[in-house]
């Protein structure tokens, strides 16, 4: 399996979910069922996390077509989280920096982005 596969799969199962699902809920059943595949194709799993992490909108430029990518983004932050992929703290970090100069999400995400980040430091 490869990146592309992975996010494809990935969509449909997110795609496949009730509407009326949490976000919360969302991302804890996406980090179960990549839970397994982080042990047997962590590559791969790093790999998908980090594009969907990379998604990089200004706040000034938001709208509704951007809403799923953010949502994907969180799930992926959830999913690093969770997974303890240490190898995604550069890309944590980034995106960190990226809220803070205003490139991206808006300032009150911050401290959402610094949990993250902080639960990856240990």
Do not use: C
């Amino acid at each position: 399996m490869n990146k592309d596969e992975l996010l494809r799969q990935l969509e449909e199962t997110l795609q496949g979910l009730p509407e009326r699902m949490s976000g919360n809920e969302a991302s804890d059943i996406v980090t179960d069922w990549l839970r397994p595949l982080a042990f047997t194709n962590r590559r791969v799993v790093i790999e998908t996390m980090r594009d969907l992490i990379s998604h990089r909108v200004p706040p000034s430029e938001f709208g509704p077509e951007y809403a799923i990518p953010e949502s994907r983004m969180w799930v992926a932050l959830h999913v690093a989280e969770a997974l303890n992929l240490q190898e995604l703290r550069p890309d944590v970090e980034s995106l960190l920096e990226d809220t803070r100069a205003g490139k991206t999400l808006l300032p009150v995400y911050e401290k959402s982005i610094m949990r993250y980040l902080k639960t990856l430091s240990k």
